[in-house]
């Protein structure tokens, strides 16, 4: 498999800041987006991701865990763009992630994951121990119900998928709302999970000026609320059935 460390990236969602994509081998079969509505399937990151995988950009994981190690301290910096965490497809390797959670150390890295972690205790307790070491890792859920059973294992903080409505509307790349009409629109549908649990759209999503480096929630291991990404991509029909 092969890791990519890009120092300073273009990605307009994620803000110049350091940035990785996985080799695709590295996403779990527990993902229900896995061929089946992934956002990183759409250009032009699936050409990047393409590169990755192919060994045509990026190196080995020893080598990647070396460039996380050698990151300035303190620094913001977002694992996986496109992919997971080191493992098979069932089983998260333990040893690797302990090896960049400990490269991440002095560091404000954060990451995603859809690896199995209800049903897979060592999963489970892989990403706990990750996340206790300083390097954060969110729980990937697929829909809200999901992010309330994720919520309850209480090993690390929330990300989930949300149902196409929560998108701001745009048409190549032109908002179609303006911003009072989005949170009006925003008003009508549910705030809260059917836990109760409270959620927030991720800014960057719906605001020009916020991006992963100027906001850095994601990062944030102590926070209450759930980071919600409304389903985006060329496939977002598919993966807003799966929110939905």
Same mark, same amino acid.
């Given at each position: 498999?092969?890791?990519?460390?890009?120092?300073?990236?273009?990605?307009?969602?994620?803000?110049?800041?350091?940035?990785?994509?996985?080799?695709?081998?590295?996403?779990?079969?527990?993902?229900?987006?896995?061929?089946?509505?992934?956002?990183?399937?759409?250009?032009?990151?699936?050409?990047?991701?393409?590169?990755?995988?192919?060994?045509?950009?990026?190196?080995?994981?020893?080598?990647?865990?070396?460039?996380?190690?050698? !990151?300035? *301290? @303190?620094? &913001?910096?977002?694992?996986?763009?496109?992919? #997971? /965490?080191?493992?098979?497809?069932?089983?998260?390797?333990?040893?690797?992630?302990?090896?960049?959670?400990?490269?991440?150390?002095?560091?404000?890295?954060?990451?995603?994951?859809?690896?199995?972690?209800?049903?897979?205790?060592?999963?489970?307790?892989?990403?706990?121990?990750?996340?206790?070491?300083?390097?954060?890792?969110? !729980?990937? *859920? @697929?829909? &809200?119900?999901?992010?309330?059973?994720?919520? #309850? /294992?209480?090993?690390?903080?929330?990300?989930?998928?949300?149902?196409?409505?929560?998108?701001?509307?745009?048409?190549?790349?032109?908002?179609?709302?303006?911003?009072?009409?989005?949170?009006?629109?925003?008003?009508?549908?549910?705030?809260?999970?059917?836990?109760?649990?409270?959620?927030?759209?991720?800014?960057?999503?719906?605001?020009?000026?916020?991006?992963?480096?100027?906001?850095?929630?994601?990062?944030?291991?102590?926070?209450?609320?759930?980071?919600?990404?409304?389903?985006?991509?060329?496939?977002?029909?598919?993966?807003?059935?799966?929110?939905?």
């Amino acid at each position: 498999m092969y890791f990519y460390l890009n120092p300073k990236s273009a990605n307009k969602k994620t803000g110049k800041m350091p940035v990785s994509t996985s080799d695709r081998n590295t996403c779990p079969d527990s993902c229900p987006f896995k061929n089946n509505g992934c956002y990183a399937e759409g250009y032009p990151l699936k050409g990047r991701w393409d590169e990755v995988t192919d060994g045509k950009r990026g190196g080995l994981f020893s080598d990647f865990v070396n460039q996380v190690s050698a !990151l300035p *301290a @303190n620094i &913001l910096w977002r694992h996986n763009q496109a992919g #997971d /965490l080191p493992g098979d497809g069932k089983n998260i390797d333990r040893g690797g992630l302990l090896a960049l959670a400990g490269a991440n150390a002095g560091k404000r890295g954060f990451t995603f994951s859809h690896y199995d972690v209800e049903t897979n205790k060592h999963n489970r307790a892989a990403i706990a121990t990750a996340n206790a070491k300083g390097f954060t890792i969110n !729980l990937s *859920a @697929n829909n &809200l119900d999901h992010a309330d059973k994720l919520t #309850d /294992l209480d090993i690390g903080p929330v990300a989930t998928v949300l149902p196409i409505e929560y998108e701001r509307q745009s048409k190549k790349g032109v908002w179609q709302e303006t911003m009072h009409e989005y949170r009006e629109r925003l008003k009508t549908l549910p705030e809260t999970t059917p836990d109760k649990n409270k959620f927030a759209v991720c800014p960057a999503t719906y605001r020009d000026d916020v991006t992963c480096k100027t906001c850095g929630l994601c990062q944030k291991q102590s926070r209450k609320v759930i980071v919600g990404f409304p389903a985006h991509g060329n496939s977002k029909k598919k993966a807003s059935a799966v929110a939905s």
